[in-house]
């Protein structure tokens, strides 16, 4: 890269690139937290004709020596420091969650089964499957916490004039979800859709679009703050299936029964279960699929 890309105070440094169905993210090891990402850094690493192209940046960093974890370290060695693709701090990214513990793995401060990562959104507890005999990575699993439903209700969506009702679902970060006949009707999501009241998210919000597939399994695009539309988001499919359960009178605190459903994102497919205590879990592939030195 070059120093016109905003990124020459970080030159030499070393980076990953991985994604989890298709969200794509850079991935800075800095084990002593030495590293000072800026706003503009990040947006250059993420800019996908000048820079190395991704929907988001994760720092990896001991919780220990990072001032924003480190009141978690006793849980969780390793903090996810996330960024959004135009530099912006967010709290949570499930898919983000899921490349960080394969890089831990790749990078061998972690093996296959269970370990704790630091996030700006809580401790997350993450499942690692062994790889399969043929060497493809096995799927990650990631207990994303319970959802919220903060409120405001009746809170609209609106795209090229058409307006949905949107439920409003907290994961650690703000997501508006609402069921359409057709994805095209969320247009080309360039920009992020209207929502109303006017206030209802201060900090910005994810807006997923939703149809149905079948039994339990939608499908879903988002306009991710920060990002714009992004191949996948898992906090946005843990969001849309709480919406679905909720929709299809399938409450597992009501029933005492756990409900997964299926969701089809565009770069694949993730499967959310939600279970009677409220805990979600997520499940999906992760790999990484290059690495180098910023030039």
């Given at each position: 890269?070059?120093?016109?890309?905003?990124?020459?105070?970080?030159?030499?440094?070393?980076?990953?690139?991985?994604?989890?169905?298709?969200?794509?993210?850079?991935?800075?090891?800095?084990?002593?937290?030495?590293?000072?990402?800026?706003?503009?850094?990040?947006?250059?690493?993420?800019?996908?004709?000048?820079?190395?192209?991704?929907?988001?940046?994760?720092?990896?960093?001991?919780?220990?020596?990072?001032?924003?974890?480190?009141?978690?370290?006793?849980?969780?060695?390793?903090?996810?420091?996330?960024?959004?693709?135009?530099?912006?701090?967010?709290?949570?990214?499930?898919?983000?969650?899921?490349?960080?513990?394969?890089?831990?793995?790749?990078?061998?401060?972690?093996?296959?089964?269970?370990?704790?990562?630091?996030?700006?959104?809580?401790?997350?507890?993450?499942?690692?499957?062994?790889?399969?005999?043929?060497?493809?990575?096995?799927?990650?699993?990631?207990d994303m916490g319970r959802a919220a439903f903060p409120g405001p209700d009746g809170v609209t969506v609106t795209v090229d004039g058409r307006s949905w009702p949107a439920l409003n679902v907290n994961m650690g970060n703000p997501h508006a979800v609402a069921f359409v006949e057709d994805l095209a009707h969320a247009g080309h999501l360039y920009e992020a859709p209207a929502t109303a009241p006017a206030g209802a998210y201060p900090q910005g919000v994810n807006v997923e679009f939703v149809v149905d597939r079948g039994e339990r399994h939608v499908a879903m695009r988002v306009h991710e703050r920060?990002?714009?539309?992004?191949?996948?988001?898992?906090?946005?499919?843990?969001?849309?299936?709480?919406?679905?359960?909720?929709?299809?009178?399938?409450?597992?605190?009501?029933?005492?029964?756990?409900?997964?459903?299926?969701?089809?994102?565009?770069?694949?497919?993730?499967?959310?279960?939600?279970?009677?205590?409220?805990?979600?879990?997520?499940?999906?592939?992760?790999?990484?699929?290059?690495?180098?030195?910023?030039?």
């Amino acid at each position: 890269m070059s120093e016109h890309s905003g990124t020459s105070g970080i030159s030499g440094t070393a980076f990953l690139k991985g994604h989890g169905t298709q969200n794509d993210f850079v991935i800075v090891p800095d084990p002593d937290g030495r590293i000072d990402l800026s706003a503009a850094d990040v947006a250059a690493l993420c800019d996908r004709r000048a820079g190395i192209g991704a929907d988001g940046v994760l720092r990896v960093v001991r919780s220990a020596a990072e001032p924003a974890a480190a009141g978690m370290a006793g849980q969780a060695e390793w903090f996810m420091d996330y960024r959004n693709a135009d530099g912006s701090i967010a709290e949570m990214c499930g898919n983000g969650v899921r490349v960080f513990a394969r890089y831990l793995v790749h990078a061998g401060h972690a093996g296959s089964g269970e370990l704790a990562v630091a996030t700006r959104g809580g401790v997350k507890r993450v499942r690692i499957a062994a790889d399969a005999p043929d060497g493809t990575p096995g799927d990650v699993t990631v207990d994303m916490g319970r959802a919220a439903f903060p409120g405001p209700d009746g809170v609209t969506v609106t795209v090229d004039g058409r307006s949905w009702p949107a439920l409003n679902v907290n994961m650690g970060n703000p997501h508006a979800v609402a069921f359409v006949e057709d994805l095209a009707h969320a247009g080309h999501l360039y920009e992020a859709p209207a929502t109303a009241p006017a206030g209802a998210y201060p900090q910005g919000v994810n807006v997923e679009f939703v149809v149905d597939r079948g039994e339990r399994h939608v499908a879903m695009r988002v306009h991710e703050r920060g990002s714009g539309e992004t191949r996948s988001c898992g906090t946005g499919a843990c969001a849309v299936a709480v919406a679905a359960i909720r929709r299809d009178g399938a409450d597992p605190a009501a029933t005492g029964e756990a409900v997964r459903y299926t969701v089809d994102v565009p770069g694949g497919r993730l499967v959310i279960e939600e279970f009677p205590d409220g805990r979600i879990e997520m499940t999906g592939p992760a790999v990484i699929v290059a690495e180098g030195v910023l030039a």
